[in-house]
């Protein structure tokens, strides 16, 4: 196979499997390659963007960092989706409680990202996107958090294009509207999927709550959100069956 060589990726045409799991810390894309995949194989570095691809229960998997925010997962699963043949992303990353009924180390599957950004403006729609994940990978990982015994939410996630927010009060909205959670990729990466036609999930673990105050360490989200990991790997095992 040929080298594909993008701004942001530089790797053979067949570097990556059919899905690819998306954390936003490099780090914990070393984790899940280091402790899940076998025979996983460094396949991309640019920027220290950590990309591997190796085999879980038999299945060519690969796990890559997308950094953090909504322009940064834009960019690497536009040229995944693009260019090299990914068909599924599912983004396996920490989330920000907004329902008092979600708790720390819950599990949320992201049915539709709500956002504040303006990603959609380039489509030049007359109108407001609904970005959704895609149905089959929605169902396999609900299937695999109920094996798992997780206890985890499905419903509403909110992208924000903020993590430091000057309004105190901007929560209180997506509160009201029943949204369970706040991240800053999902949106983007569900846009990205339907324009290409391809399949995008967001898995979240709960890291913190802005209800009650409770917090997850900068550790335990690196290393320990193993429960996520396994689902989403168990999804890219049986979507491809």
Same mark, same amino acid.
């Given at each position: 196979m040929s080298l594909v060589t993008t701004p942001h990726i530089n790797?053979?045409?067949?570097?990556? *499997?059919?899905?690819?799991?998306?954390?936003?810390?490099?780090?914990?894309?070393?984790?899940?390659?280091?402790?899940?995949?076998?025979?996983?194989?460094?396949?991309?570095?640019?920027?220290?963007?950590?990309?591997?691809?190796?085999?879980?229960?038999?299945?060519?998997v690969s796990v890559m960092a997308s950094g953090m925010g909504m322009p940064t997962i834009g960019i690497y699963s536009y040229e995944l989706f693009k260019f090299f043949g990914v068909e599924n992303i599912m983004r396996i990353g920490s989330t920000g409680a907004l329902q008092e009924k979600?708790?720390?180390?819950?599990?949320?599957?992201?049915?539709?990202?709500?956002?504040?950004? *303006?990603?959609?403006?380039?489509? *030049?729609?007359r109108g407001t996107f609904a970005p959704i994940a895609s149905y089959p990978l929605m169902r396999e990982a609900i299937l695999q958090s109920e094996a798992a015994g997780a206890v985890y939410h499905v419903g509403n996630v909110l992208s924000s294009d903020v993590f430091y927010n000057d309004n105190d009060d901007d929560n209180a909205g997506w509160q009201k509207m029943g949204v369970l959670c706040v991240e800053m990729e999902a949106a983007a990466l569900y846009m990205n999927a339907a324009r290409c036609g391809k399949n995008a999930l967001a898995?979240?673990?709960?890291?913190?709550?802005?209800?009650?105050g409770?917090?997850?360490?900068?550790?335990?989200?690196?290393?320990?959100?193993?429960?996520?990991?396994?689902?989403?790997?168990?999804?890219?095992?049986?979507?491809?069956?």
């Open positions: 790797a053979e045409a067949d570097a990556f *499997g059919k899905t690819v799991l998306m954390p936003g810390d490099p780090l914990r894309s070393k984790f899940i390659a280091e402790n899940f995949l076998e025979n996983a194989t460094l396949v991309n570095n640019i920027r220290g963007i950590q990309g591997y691809t190796g085999t879980y229960k038999g299945t060519k979600v708790h720390i180390r819950d599990i949320v599957i992201g049915m539709g990202a709500c956002t504040n950004s *303006g990603y959609a403006a380039q489509y *030049g729609l898995i979240l673990t709960v890291s913190d709550s802005m209800v009650t409770e917090q997850t360490t900068a550790q335990e989200r690196q290393s320990s959100f193993t429960q996520m990991m396994e689902i989403a790997l168990n999804t890219a095992v049986n979507i491809e069956k």
